[in-house]
Nanobody, 114 residues
Framework: QVQLVESGGGLVQPGGSLRLSCAAS????????LGWYRQAPGKQRELVSR???????DYADSVKGRFTISRDNAKNTVYLQMNSLKFEDTAVYYC????????WGQGTQVTVSS
């Protein structure tokens, strides 16, 4: 089993920044990729960004140039630096890890509001 602990969500004004963290622990032999999804009210869950074991990254078009994903392999932790936040970034953000099985975090709320 793998446990994911997320932190860093909150309320921020448009144009502001937040940094999300997700630490994985448990029976981890290898992590193939770590990533972040989000789900806004009334919408489907969507991929925000992911990073694989080699450090290659993918981003949703809507966040390119504003969000940066990174990972600390020694700590099995993934980060999402979110800058220039917009109203439409408001969602519950979920951490995901693929070890051969896919595990999801509990979600952390990000609210962008003035």
């Amino acid at each position: 089993q793998v446990q994911l602990v997320e932190s860093g969500g909150g309320l921020v004004q448009p144009g502001g920044s937040l940094r999300l963290s997700c630490a994985a622990s448990g029976s981890i032999a290898k992590i193939y990729f770590l990533g972040w999804y989000r789900q806004a009210p009334g919408k489907q869950r969507e991929l925000v960004s992911r990073i694989n074991s080699g450090g290659s990254t993918d981003y949703a078009d809507s966040v390119k140039g504003r969000f940066t994903i990174s990972r600390d392999n020694a700590k099995n932790t993934v980060y999402l630096q979110m800058n220039s936040l917009k109203f439409e970034d408001t969602a519950v953000y979920y951490c995901v890890v693929n070890t051969g099985y896919v595990y999801w975090g509990q979600g952390t709320q990000v609210t962008v509001s003035s």
